[in-house]
Structures are given as structure tokens and as C-alpha cells.
């Protein structure tokens, strides 16, 4: 249920009504929009009478939300999130008007390697760098990434540089150091239903970025993105990272459909990752395109200073002035939507 306050509610009117949420034993969830201020409560599966809560000062209304996610959904917050990501050079945004790219090699393979991409990622303008330090490999004989040294590295190139870092967590023992050393906990597409991770992610302070199940539906990735709200981290973005199709000529098909519909159902912002989504280095450069002209809240880009040498994802992955040519035009159809490329 949504306990919409009235637009001139006091601050402690709305404590007042979490308090009285929380004496009833559940979990409230405060959301504070551009013009109202709303009290989710979630988790009321024994029915528990709230009539109390509609008689409180300041209250303007009680309604059901009536999808399965709550704190995801649009009927909970009719305005856009933009997800304020804290990084050593500055705020990026993502969301609203604003277009965030995250950047860098799939995997961080050396210091001289992150430091060479990060170089090009910071003169292409762009505030958000990649690197997993822990890889899930489909072969346990692949490259699984440097780990802690990995995370090390990453930390030394957010502070030369002033990226914030975004980068992989695939277990809760990572997930620690990830909070720790980066700025973004990524959660890949295949722990996307691993429920305890979402939750231990949910109860982080650190933004998340959840990439879709290689064959997740549209309500799994709302749902598993509940997860990690209902834990009190409301900072999410989601990514479109491609889906299995009968379709061979790419590794994934990159369901671009998804970002309209996610943002019809949902406030929260959605990336898409046509590295992952396609598999295909020259198939990239088109799909980032179509990907801000269909209205995608940011892009995730593997680039790599030697393609050809990456020890993960090599394939898929952009050449320096190959990524530079790919914002040029990403930052031109972003001007014409009124939108900016961070
Ligand atoms: C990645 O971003 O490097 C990655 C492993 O992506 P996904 O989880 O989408 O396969
Ligand atoms: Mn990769």
C-alpha cells in the first residue's frame, strides 16, 4: 500500500507515519518525489488492518499498488530516478535528462592495461569506468580476473584519474570488497535471481547496477530489482545486456524493446550493453546509437586499449578511437532528444 502524504506534510508528520508502520510491524519505504512525498509499506501478507494510517495528520490518501513490485513501480513514484553516482571528479547522473556511460575492458587484466583505457575513457569526457576483477566464466579454465588486485587497481585508476568505478560482485564475499574499493556494485546477468546477493546488495549504500538474466522477463528483472529495495538501497539502475533468441548472427539479441517498456512500469533507470548484447565489435557502434534513440538512461561499453590481446570479451570489444567515434554520435542524437551524455 502507498500512504501519499500531503504535498505540504511536515517532516514529522512523515516520521509519524513510518513510526506507526513500524509499530504494526512492517517495513515502511519513504519516497520523496518532485511533488509529493509517499510512504510505501511492503510486506503486509497477513493483512493487517492500516485504516489507522489514512486518519493521521498529514496523510492525503492510502491507495493499493497493485503489481507484484512495489518500491520499483511507477504507480509508487510517478517521476523518473536519477541515480546520483558520488565519484572523485564530480557527480554523474543517470536518469532524467541525463545519459550516464559507464566504460572500460570487460576484465582488468593489468595496471598498465586499466590505466591505458582509463586514460581514454576520462579524454572521451566520460565520468564512469569498468573493469570486473571478479569474472563469471562460463569455462572454470578462462580468465577469472585478478580479484582483490584487480579491485586494488581499479582504486588507483579512480584516483588518478577521478573515475568512479563501477565493477562485478558474484558472491557476498565480493560483494564486501567491491563496496569497499568501487563506487557501483554491478550484479550480472547470470546472479540476477540470486536472491541472497540482492539482498545483501539491497543492504549496501552503494548504487547497484543489475544487468538482466540472459533470459529474464521483464517482471523477473523488476522483481529482482525489488530485492534490493526492499532492503532499503534505492539506488538501482538496470541493464539491458541481451537475451537468448533463436538468432545466431550475434551472441545475444539485444532486446531494445525493453527500455520503453521498463520505463512505463517503472521510475527506475535502465541501461543498455550492446557489448554484451551483441558479441560483435563492428555491431556495437549502430546499436549505441539506436539504443539512446530508443531513450536507454546510459550505455555500457567494453573498450580496450588492444582488442585483439583482451583476455575476456576481446571480440565484443571497442578500440580507443573506435569508443571516441561512438560518443561523438551517441552525444549528437542525445542533443536532439534534449538529453546529455555525461
Ligand atoms: C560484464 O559486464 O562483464 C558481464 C559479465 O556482463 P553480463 O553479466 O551481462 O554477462
Ligand atoms: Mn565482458
Do not use: W
Request: one cysteine or more; glycine letters at 10%; proline letters at 5%.
Amino acid at each position: 500500500m502507498l500512504v501519499v502524504m500531503q504535498a505540504n506534510a511536515s517532516e514529522e508528520e512523515i516520521g509519524a507515519v513510518c513510526k506507526q508502520i513500524e509499530a504494526l510491524g512492517l517495513k515502511p519505504h519513504p519516497i520523496y518525489g518532485e511533488t509529493r512525498t509517499a510512504v510505501a509499506v511492503v510486506g503486509n501478507e497477513n493483512g493487517i488492518d492500516l485504516g489507522s494510517l489514512e486518519l493521521m495528520p498529514g496523510v492525503a490518501d492510502c491507495l493499493p499498488v497493485t503489481k507484484p513490485y512495489k518500491l520499483v513501480s511507477r504507480e509508487l513514484k510517478p517521476d523518473d530516478t536519477i541515480l546520483v553516482i558520488r565519484t572523485p571528479g564530480g557527480d554523474v547522473k543517470v536518469g532524467g535528462a541525463h545519459i550516464g556511460v559507464v566504460a572500460g575492458p570487460c576484465s582488468v587484466e593489468s595496471r598498465e592495461q586499466a590505466f591505458a583505457a582509463a586514460e581514454r575513457v576520462k579524454a572521451a569526457g566520460v565520468g564512469l569506468f569498468r573493469g570486473g576483477a571478479f569474472k563469471p566464466r562460463t569455462s572454470p579454465y578462462s580468465f577469472q580476473g585478478l580479484g582483490l588486485e584487480g579491485l586494488k587497481i581499479l582504486s588507483e585508476v579512480r584516483e588518478r584519474f577521478g573515475l568512479g568505478i563501477v565493477t562485478e560482485a558474484v558472491d557476498n564475499e565480493s560483494l564486501e570488497l567491491v563496496e569497499q574499493y568501487g563506487d557501483v556494485i554491478q550484479i550480472g546477468a547470470r546472479n540476477m535471481q540470486n536472491f541472497s546477493l540482492l539482498k545483501r546488495a539491497g543492504r549496501s549504500r552503494k548504487p547497484v547496477l543489475l544487468k538482466r538474466g540472459m533470459s529474464a522477463t521483464l517482471e523477473e528483472l523488476l522483481m529482482a530489482a525489488e530485492y534490493v529495495m526492499s532492503e532499503g538501497n534505492y539506488n538501482v539502475v538496470l541493464c539491458e545486456r541481451g537475451v537468448r533468441t533463436f538468432s545466431d548472427h550475434t551472441r545475444n539479441t539485444l532486446d531494445l524493446s525493453v527500455v520503453p517498456a521498463v520505463q512505463r512500469l517503472s521510475h527506475l533507470p535502465i541501461m543498455v550493453d550492446p557489448s554484451h548484447g551483441t558479441g560483435v565489435r563492428r555491431k556495437v557502434r549502430p546499436l549505441s546509437r539506436a539504443a539512446v534513440a530508443v531513450g536507454a538512461d546510459g550505455l555500457l561499453i567494453e573498450m580496450h586499449p588492444d582488442p585483439d590481446r583482451a583476455l575476456s570479451d576481446g571480440m565484443q570489444s571497442l578500440s580507443p578511437d573506435e569508443f571516441d567515434t561512438m560518443m561523438r554520435d551517441v552525444r549528437q542524437i542525445a542533443g536532439v532528444l534534449g538529453r546529455v551524455v555525461n
